[in-house]
């Protein structure tokens, strides 16, 4: 049977399609029974059960990546807790009152330091600062020089008083000065460390400044220089009003105070030029002033050779008080500061010129070989020419005197050492470099500051130590040497005494020094009527803080006397030593010298090489 497509086309019609309705039923269900019997995949399943409970999925798709959300929960569920657990031992580290970590205390040796730099400020002349911080000094002595009417000066007002008294010393002053300034060369972190950098720069250029007073320092050449201001001698009976005989403070001196001149004094010309020299270096960033010292320096330094003499000539007060022995130490000492000063070669064949030298006493020995002092600046002048050939190795001409002085600088430090016998020691362990007689200490601080700089040298040259004949010592050697004899100085003695003056509990309370010996009573004493201060046996009302004494005898005695300036007299060349030593000592091991700035004037010990050739062109 066919019917009609309603589209057009013949439509067939099965007889089987002529079943019944019931029938039609029937045999849909018996066609739903077998699709059931086999399994449904979800999309069919949804067609037919439509809408129901979906299933967790097993994976988070995060955009980027997609995770298991076992871990993904575990994951934010661990940032959770980590976040409350941080933010709650924050709350309590907020809560609890917190307990600062102090810095370490300074070593003693810093701590000395602080006040060997105040005895300085102690004992400056002329018109005080407003920050001179010693409260019973005032301005003194304003009217030096001024009344000389001399060509080559217009006042001597300033400068340092010698030691107890207050005579101004030029030779011992200016060796005073050239310390201080070498050791503010090799040791500027420490001084800045210990927070003294821009004190002892003031406490220099107090010194240089009234150097430049004493001659002609704008000229070319001069011909004099002031060896002296202030007069001490008491020799036959003289009881005529000067700085020896009268007992009085600097500020109430009124008696005449005579200028002494030089023309022919090649040791204290040389040595005020080695002063200038380096406090040139230490001045290096202030142009004007550090050329000025330079100037001056070139100028006194041709003067001394030129007008040879030694300045303690016999009969002068400098023969009594500071007799100078050489001057051709001096010559080696100035030529080589002079030398890092310009950078100027000709210094430095100077201060290697064997004759030189030999007359220096370089190649011989005697009792006072090795030994630094106001008075021979060998030993000083040695080291200070090593440094040269450790770090530069200036090579020939100059290599043969160099390894001469490093030579003789190695065996001065095995002469320290207590294994020799060169020098004695107390029972207590102070080295003898004066054979016993009095006032030791002031040339024990300077070796305990040449074998630190010395070590020092060797550190930074990766040199372990140095030969004393065929054995071999380390570095460490020396500082141990320098450790020993600076912690006698300040206590560790047989007395249990401290040699520095406000240092520890125990130390000198009658210092030969008549600022501190007098009190500041506002009643000025005439010449002979401060004498009852000087003989009182009350200890100073006035601490003279920093103040190194003469020392202890060869038997470790000392007698806290204050009219034997022998122990109790403190000197401005024993200070700079101690001042040098305590900063070698002080701080950080690690903070070694500073090898470059000494140099910061020398041009390279070989000339640069020319440039290449221009290129050929046919």
Request: hydrophobic letters at 35%; proline letters at 6%.
């Amino acid at each position: 049977m066919y019917g009609r497509d309603p589209w057009g086309g013949p439509l067939e019609i099965n007889a089987a399609d002529s079943a019944t309705d019931d029938d039609r039923s029937r045999n849909l269900q018996d066609l739903d029974r077998a699709a059931l019997s086999r399994p449904l995949d979800e999309t069919q399943q949804s067609w037919l059960l439509g809408p129901g409970e979906q299933k967790k999925k097993k994976y988070v798709d995060l955009g980027c990546i997609i995770v298991s959300r076992k871990i993904f929960v575990w994951t934010v569920g661990t940032l959770i807790v980590s976040a409350f657990l941080a933010g709650f031992i924050t709350l309590i580290v907020k809560m609890v009152p917190r307990h600062h970590h102090s810095h370490p205390p300074p070593d003693n040796y810093t701590l000395a330091l602080h006040k060997a730099l105040m005895f300085f400020n102690g004992q400056r002349s002329g018109k005080l600062p407003k920050h001179n911080n010693v409260s019973w000094r005032g301005s003194s002595c304003l009217d030096d020089g001024i009344a000389e009417k001399s060509p080559i000066y217009k006042d001597l007002v300033g400068g340092y008083y010698d030691a107890g008294d207050a005579i101004k010393f030029n030779f011992p002053s200016s060796f005073a000065m050239t310390m201080l300034s070498w050791s503010v060369i090799e040791y500027t972190a420490k001084y800045e460390a210990a927070g003294e950098l821009n004190h002892i720069k003031e406490i220099i250029k107090w010194g240089t400044d009234y150097f430049l007073k004493t001659f002609n320092n704008s000229a070319d050449t001069i011909d004099r220089v002031v060896a002296q201001v202030g007069s001490g001698d008491t020799s036959g009976g003289n009881t005529n009003p000067n700085d020896h005989y009268c007992w009085v403070r600097p500020e109430d001196i009124d008696y005449k105070r005579p200028v002494t001149e030089c023309h022919s004094c090649s040791d204290l010309a040389a040595e005020m030029a080695a002063a200038l020299a380096a406090a040139s270096i230490v001045f290096k960033d202030s142009k004007a002033y550090s050329q000025k010292l330079v100037h001056g320096a070139r100028t006194l330094f041709k003067f001394s050779r030129e007008q040879r003499g030694r300045y303690s000539a016999s009969g002068s007060e400098a023969a009594m008080f500071y007799n100078s022995t050489s001057y051709w130490d001096e010559f080696v000492w100035g030529g080589a500061w002079l030398y890092y000063a310009t950078g100027n070669s000709s210094y430095l064949q100077l201060a290697t010129t064997r004759g030189l030298a030999k007359h220096a006493g370089a190649f011989w020995g005697g009792p006072d070989y090795g030994v630094l002092s106001w008075d021979n600046k060998l030993a000083g002048a040695q080291v200070l020419l090593s440094r040269l050939r450790l770090f530069l190795s200036p090579g020939y001409p100059y290599e043969d005197i160099l390894s001469t002085f490093h030579n003789q600088t190695n065996i001065i430090m095995c002469s320290y050492l207590p294994i020799f016998t060169t020098f004695n020691r107390t029972k207590g362990g102070l080295i003898q470099l004066n054979h016993g007689r009095p006032q030791p200490l002031q040339y024990v601080v300077n070796a305990a500051f040449l074998a630190t700089l010395y070590s020092d040298y060797l550190d930074a040259a990766d040199t372990p130590g140095w030969y004393c004949g065929p054995n071999f010592y380390s570095t460490e050697v020396l500082r141990e040497f320098a450790r020993t004899q600076i912690d006698y100085i300040l206590g560790k003695n047989p007395r249990k005494m401290s040699y520095v003056v406000g240092f520890g509990n125990h130390y000198p309370r009658h210092v030969h020094h008549r600022g501190a010996s007098i009190p500041k009573n506002k009643i000025k004493y005439n010449c002979k009527g401060g004498w009852k201060w000087r003989d009182s046996s009350n200890p100073n009302p006035n601490t003279i803080v920093g103040a190194m004494v003469a020392g202890p005898d060869k038997h470790d005695g000392f007698h806290d006397v204050r009219t034997n300036y022998n122990y109790t007299e403190p000197t401005l060349a024993g200070n700079a030593g101690l001042v040098a030593a305590l900063v070698a000592l002080s701080g950080d091991s690690t903070t070694g010298i500073d090898k470059n700035t000494i140099f910061s004037a020398v041009p390279p010990m070989f000339p640069t090489p020319p440039p290449p050739p221009a290129p050929w062109k046919p």
